[in-house]
């Protein structure tokens, strides 16, 4: 009889001990800090429990928590989460919690074109060195980010982007560049001054300025493009000025080897190799280019 009571007296300990524990009760109402509308569906997450409630349409939740201190969540798609740490007593808790709206009102919205990004161009600067771009219509090709047949020289492909170039594919593998803007003849770029790293590589830029040499893609770095007006500084065409710019020499290696041959249609091979490199003061960049073909 004796164990039986002592069973009874410490099940009745346990009982009251229990529901001390879990008596408590965390509840509030959780609504928009802006409108102070009731918000339904925010989670109500509790770690140290791994635990979570959601409000009703109200914006009321409840929730049974034994006394001690919490760490609480509170979660809802579209606005700030918002992090508590809660005292539970004796006599619970009850609070009131307004969440901030991510949605922000604008007046106007600009869209940016993603031309830059997408296909590898991007604009000059305004003044660079002694030139004035500002007001010009430029473009700049970079090399090193398109996915091109540069061994080929392939110009539909190389300035497939540029809008308002007018292309003729006879090129020869890439030896000599027909391009014009709208309106004008491509043959031979003579629309165009053409230049390399900013010197002239027309026969006659004056009386005759016909291109009958284009550097190798896989010696550029980029190409400019200006439009129109750049006959003011540049020379007479209307189409205005192409500038083959050559990569630069490598800073970090004395000697950097870069070797390439290419295989074609129509019997064409070509041949792309390169030195460069940095010692001390000097720098420099060379490359010698083949090709051949029966085009």
């Known amino acids: 009889m004796t164990y039986r009571y002592l069973f009874y007296l410490l099940l009745a300990i346990f009982l009251l001990?229990?529901?001390r524990v879990t008596g408590q009760t965390f509840q509030g109402q959780i609504s928009d800090a802006e409108t102070e509308t009731p918000l339904e569906g925010v989670e109500v997450y509790l770690p140290k429990l791994s635990r979570s409630v959601y409000t009703d349409v109200a914006g009321n939740f409840s929730l049974p928590l034994a006394t001690g201190e919490y760490e609480v969540y509170y979660l809802l798609l579209g606005y700030a989460s918002q992090?508590?740490?809660l005292q539970v007593a004796d006599r619970g808790l009850n609070v009131a919690i307004q969440l901030q709206n991510l949605q922000v009102s604008l007046d106007a919205v600009v869209v940016r074109e993603e031309q830059e990004k997408t296909y590898a161009l991007?604009?000059?600067k305004a003044v660079e060195g002694t030139a004035i771009y500002a007001g010009k219509k430029t473009e700049v090709i970079l090399l090193d980010q398109l996915t091109v047949n540069a061994a080929a020289n392939n110009a539909r492909q190389i300035y497939g982007q540029i809008s308002?170039?007018?292309i003729?594919?006879?090129?020869?593998?890439?030896?000599q560049l027909n391009i014009g803007g709208r309106g004008l003849n491509p043959n031979r770029s003579a629309s165009f001054n053409t230049r390399q790293n900013g010197y002239d590589i027309s026969a006659d830029v004056l009386g005759y300025p016909e291109s009958y040499y284009t550097p190798p893609a896989e010696a550029l770095r980029e190409i400019q493009i200006i439009r129109g007006a750049a006959s003011l500084q540049y020379g007479t065409q209307f189409g205005g000025l192409v500038n083959f710019v050559f990569k630069t020499?490598?800073?970090?290696?004395p000697l950097a080897v870069t070797s390439r041959q290419t295989v074609g249609s129509n019997g064409l091979f070509t041949s792309f190799n390169s030195l460069s490199g940095t010692t001390k003061r000097l720098s420099y960049y060379t490359y010698y280019n083949y090709k051949r073909g029966d085009g």
């Not at 003729?168 to 030896?175: F, R, Y």
């Open 17 to 19: 001990i229990g529901g």
């Open 122 to 124: 991007q604009r000059l």
């Open 164 to 166: 308002g170039i007018n």
């Open 249 to 253: 020499p490598e800073k970090t290696k």
């Open 168 to 175: 003729q594919d006879a090129n020869d593998a890439g030896l």
């Open 83 to 85: 992090t508590d740490t």
